[in-house]
């Protein structure tokens, strides 16, 4: 074959590549630049979702708005974790492209972004719909990691569906795949200081009662302590009532589900100086304790503290005299900031604590349920 016949074929090929690369191109116009967010209009409407779904191979978690908080369907729409499912919305509405990955629907499985129907998937796929958009966002979220040189973010594979190109974005989008994880945990949140006693009642009849005279007493009182014997441990009696006071959650059920009639568990009565009565009913299913709660605000549980010597009096004392002196009496003491709540408000927290606990039984951690459940002779021991 001549050179020149050699030369003219080289030429035609080596046009047929660069030919193919441009055909196969996507305009630079269309390709979506680093730092660019990956859902540039959600956060418009942001405030308008209504309901997140998030889906895997194994289960789905529906997130659904209601008129007062948002409800995890999939645990008879009790309340969900309301910081947990911002940090979802707007870690979705902030992820920001750093670079395309592959189209080729074979490479999914390296990244993690496998259909959640396939078998042996581990990608999540969210869905965030409005009133007005049953698909205002989804996509299709796989491997991450934290991101180099920024360690509260995460470099995150993800792609949308139906769009075979996959991305590596950067951002903080916590998606929690158990229905149970969603649950807003809290069940009471009180503060020690303002407990004036606890009664813990146990099916045999046995009775402990721990009290305190002043909310500034750091330790509470076991009454009816039998002759010859001693607390075995201060920590033990007041962790008693640290543990009722801010108890949480492991899982819910609604109360109609659960009955705490035929067997009976330990129960306890909380009051405050400041007018609250807490009701707690236990029951075993299994293995797990559940709980039933109520409360109840009452006046005459309102105990005022009895007066005594303020710094300011002594100052007044002080500032008499020091007048006749002739020396500089303008001493301003700082007011004692208050350890109980005003009856008003005590008030608004037992209706809040009865709207949200009113039908439900919460299963309790083990450990937690054992810090308020001991025996009376659990808290004693023979004086030396």
Not at 129 to 136: G, L, S, Y
Not at 175 to 199: F, I, S, Y
């Amino acid at each position: 074959m001549k050179s020149k016949t050699i030369g003219l074929l080289a030429g035609i090929t080596i046009v047929g590549i660069m030919l193919a690369v441009f055909v196969n191109r996507e305009p630079s116009a269309t390709i979506p630049q680093s730092g660019q967010l990956l859902f540039p209009d959600f956060m418009k409407v942001v405030n308008d979702v209504n309901e997140v779904v998030v889906e895997t191979k194994e289960q789905t978690v529906t997130l659904v708005r209601g008129e007062q908080a948002w409800g995890v369907k999939e645990k008879a729409g009790y309340r969900a974790d309301v910081e947990k499912v911002k940090q979802a919305l707007v870690g979705l509405a902030d992820l920001r492209i750093h670079e395309p990955k592959t189209k080729n629907p074979e490479l999914y499985e390296r990244l993690g972004l496998q259909d959640s129907n396939q078998e042996g998937s581990l990608s999540k796929t969210v869905t965030v719909k409005t009133a007005d958009n049953p698909e205002v966002a989804k996509l299709v979220v796989g491997n991450q990691k934290p991101a180099k040189g920024n360690p509260r973010m995460s470099d995150i594979y993800v792609r949308k569906p139906g769009d075979p190109q996959t991305w590596l974005v950067m951002g903080n989008m916590p998606l929690e795949t158990v229905p149970g994880e969603w649950l807003d945990k809290e069940v009471t949140a009180l503060t020690t200081k303002r407990v004036r006693q606890v009664t813990v009642t146990h099916p045999n009849g046995d009775t402990l009662h721990l009290s305190k005279a002043k909310p500034e007493d750091l330790d509470f009182r076991m009454d009816s302590i039998p002759a010859g014997f001693k607390v075995s441990s201060q920590f033990n009696v007041n962790n008693v009532v640290g543990t009722l006071v801010q108890l949480s959650l492991e899982d819910v059920k609604p109360q109609a589900e659960i009955d705490f009639v035929a067997k009976p568990g330990v129960s306890a009565v909380l009051e405050t100086f400041d007018g609250l009565r807490l009701h707690v009913y236990t029951t075993k299913q299994n293995e797990t304790v559940l709980a039933k709660f109520s409360a109840e605000f009452n006046t005459n549980l309102i105990q005022t503290p009895e007066p005594e010597t303020k710094p300011e009096d002594t100052q007044k004392a002080d500032g008499a005299e020091a007048e006749k002196e002739g020396k500089n009496t303008d001493v301003k003491t700082p007011e004692k900031e208050s350890l109980l709540n005003k009856p008003e408000e005590v008030q608004k927290e037992v209706e809040a604590l009865n709207q949200r606990v009113n039908g439900w039984a919460y299963a309790l951690p083990s450990f937690r349920v054992e810090n308020f459940s001991k025996l009376k002779k659990d808290f004693i021991e023979k004086e030396k």
